[in-house]
């Protein structure tokens, strides 16, 4: 069983950033695979990046050159650094655990936290 805890969201104007972290549970992180997804009000949940357990990463072209997703095994954390925000970045932050790392695609995987909200002012 894993445990995923999102922090960091918050109100920021458009232009900022802003980092957020999610801390795993769990003694077998370093081999997850982990994501971060998104939503929107009226929206459906969709991706914005992952990375693999050795570190390579894949982003949503709408994010791509902006978001910078990268982990610390050390302390069981995966972390968004979000720059360049625009408003339509606002969204409930989910962050994803144990997923399918692929070269071109990431598989969500069975573990969610329970989000973090961030708002881009514009």
């Known amino acids: 069983q894993v445990q995923l805890v999102e922090s960091g969201g918050g109100l920021v104007q ?6 957020l972290s999610c801390a795993a ?4 992180f370093s081999r997850y695979a982990m994501g ?3 939503q929107a009000p009226g929206r459906d949940r ?3 990046a992952a990375i693999s357990w050795n570190s390579f990463a894949l982003y949503a072209d709408s994010v791509k ?5 990268s982990r610390d095994n050390a302390k069981n954390t995966v972390y968004l650094q979000m720059g360049s925000l625009k408003s339509e970045d606002t969204a409930v932050y989910y962050c ?5 790392y ?3 695609s990431y598989l969500q995987g069975n573990y969610w936290g329970q989000g973090t909200q961030v708002t881009v002012s514009s």
């Open 14 to 19: 458009a232009g900022g950033s802003l980092r």
């Open 96 to 100: 994803n655990g144990d997923g399918e």
């Open 36 to 38: 971060w997804f998104r």
């Open 25 to 28: 549970s769990g003694r077998t």
């Open 46 to 48: 969709e991706f914005v």
């Open 65 to 69: 050159g902006r978001f910078t997703i």
């Open 102 to 104: 692929r070269s071109t």
